[in-house]
């Protein structure tokens, strides 16, 4: 079955700078990946969404590649800021284009001022 | 405004009892989840349906029953049979044949006392 892990439990990084968090997988080649912000005591929330096919997207301040090679995400913040500090998940199909996703455990980001 | 509600945000539970989780989206999305988080873990698939009575099993159904009975409902129950029910539930919904996000509730934390 698919294994999905994330880097370290927690990265504390300072404001300003760019914090990388790291999706890697396993046994499979799925044709999307999605990453998630999640908050204390709440529910995810959608950031983006890269398909295989795409190296690279952007979304304002944050940056998601897909290396389907060396089946990993990284997930980019840049000038990062004190409200960025949460849990970032990813995400991927349970099976190539599946809609059920299975989920990280996540990295937990702080961002000190 | 369109939406996710899940209530009710925290439940307890005592020994032997079925309890119930509510679910209600006004998104008209077809698709829709529960998941089940657990502190340092990702989050777990119970059951998924994407339509109207119709719902499948996802990694963990064991000890819990849903009904789709209405495309904006989609509630959870987690019967007695369900060992170590304490964590926290999360509902999500999602567009049919389209790879966007899904949408998450706020979640339900549901204690056994």
């Known amino acids: 079955s698919q294994k999905i892990e994330q880097n370290s439990e927690a990265l504390n990084i300072q404001e300003g700078k760019t914090a990388t968090l790291t999706c890697n997988y396993t046994n499979y080649s799925p044709a999307y990946l999605q990453w998630y912000r999640q908050d204390p005591g709440r529910g995810p929330v959608f950031l983006l969404l890269?398909?295989?096919?795409?190296k690279e997207k952007r979304k304002e301040r944050l940056k998601v590649t897909f290396d389907t090679t060396l089946k990993q995400s990284l997930f980019h913040i840049t000038a990062s800021q004190p409200a960025d500090s949460a849990t970032y998940l990813c995400a991927l199909p349970y099976s190539g284009s599946a809609r059920q996703l299975t989920f990280g455990s996540g990295t937990q980001l702080t961002v000190l001022p | 405004d369109g939406g996710i509600t899940q209530s009710p945000k925290y439940l307890f539970r005592k020994e032997g009892q079925n309890v119930t989780l509510s679910c209600e989206q006004n998104?008209?999305?077809?698709?829709m989840y529960w998941y089940r988080q657990d502190p340092g873990q990702g989050l777990r698939l119970i059951y998924y349906s994407q339509i109207v009575n119709d719902f499948q099993k996802g990694d963990i159904a064991e000890g819990y029953s849903v009904s789709r009975e209405k495309k904006e409902s989609f509630p959870l129950t987690v019967t007695s049979a369900q060992k170590n029910p304490t964590a926290f539930y999360l509902c999500?919904?999602?567009?049919?044949?389209?790879?966007?996000?899904?949408?998450f509730g706020s979640g339900t934390r549901l204690t056994v006392v």
């Open positions: 999500a919904s999602t567009e049919i044949g389209a790879r966007y996000g899904y949408t």
């Open positions: 890269i398909r295989e096919n795409e």
């Open positions: 998104l008209n999305h077809d698709a």
